[in-house]
């Protein structure tokens, strides 16, 4: 059974850092990884989905990599802005592509 | 942002009682999920359709029913609702699985049942 790892639990940086989320997962044979934020009270919004072709994706201050023989991804967060605090989760489908499976999340609060 | 909508968006119940949350997307996505989030259990799998009329059990399935009689629209039932299920509800969907999977998820449901 996929198990998907989130380190650190929470994170508090002050603005301007540059800072690097962590995601781990036991079964390699992945199709993509997808990073997820969510806003207190909020739903998810997806930031960034890897195909397991891929070794990293950008999106503005965002990059994720994706390294599938070592089970590894991580987010890559630059020049962080108080705007950028939330939860950020990872997630993985299973080898049917019917269902996601996520990490319990980075909370992350950047201080202004 | 996917067109996705969830109605109720907070919904407070007695146990005991049936409950139907309500999923609704303006994409034409063929695979919708019905997910819960739990403190310490992080997001789960409810139940899943790939068509209208055709829907499968996910990961803790057990005392919740669902279904898609139109593309748009996916029902998630409580029959009768305990407290264990108290929950935020979330709704996702998806164009494709596997090669592409991006899931795009709706602002959820708050539901407590009391």
């Known amino acids: 059974k996929q198990e998907v790892t989130q380190i650190p639990a929470a994170l508090s940086v002050p603005e301007g850092e540059n800072l690097v989320l962590n995601c781990s997962f036991t079964?390699?044979?992945?199709?993509?990884l997808q990073w997820f934020r969510q806003d207190p009270g909020k739903g998810l919004t997806s930031l960034l989905l890897?195909?397991?072709?891929?070794r990293e994706q950008t999106s503005g201050r965002l990059n994720a990599s994706l390294d599938k023989s070592s089970g590894r991804s991580t987010l890559y967060i630059a020049a962080s802005q108080p705007g950028d605090s939330a939860t950020y989760l990872c997630?993985?489908?299973?080898?049917?592509?019917?269902?996601?499976?996520f990490g319990g999340g980075t909370r992350l609060m950047v201080k202004p | 942002d996917a067109g996705i909508t969830q109605s109720p968006r907070h919904k407070v119940t007695e146990t005991g009682t049936p409950v139907t949350l309500r999923c609704h997307q303006t994409?034409?996505?063929?695979?919708m999920y019905w997910y819960r989030q739990d403190p310490g259990h992080g997001l789960r799998l409810i139940h899943y359709?790939?068509?209208?009329?055709?829907?499968d059990k996910g990961e803790v399935s057990d005392g919740y029913s669902v279904s898609r009689s139109k593309t748009e629209d996916f029902l998630l039932t409580l029959e009768s609702a305990t407290s264990s299920q108290t929950s935020v509800y979330f709704c996702?969907?998806?164009?494709?699985?596997?090669?592409?999977?991006?899931?795009?998820f709706g602002p959820g449901t708050r539901l407590t049942v009391t």
């Open positions: 997630a993985v489908p299973n080898n049917a592509g019917n269902m996601l499976t």
């Open positions: 079964d390699s044979a992945i199709y993509n």
């Open positions: 890897i195909q397991s072709s891929q």
């Open positions: 994409e034409n996505h063929r695979y």
């Open positions: 359709s790939y068509g209208v009329k055709d829907t």
């Open positions: 996702a969907i998806t164009e494709r699985q596997e090669l592409s999977g991006e899931q795009y």
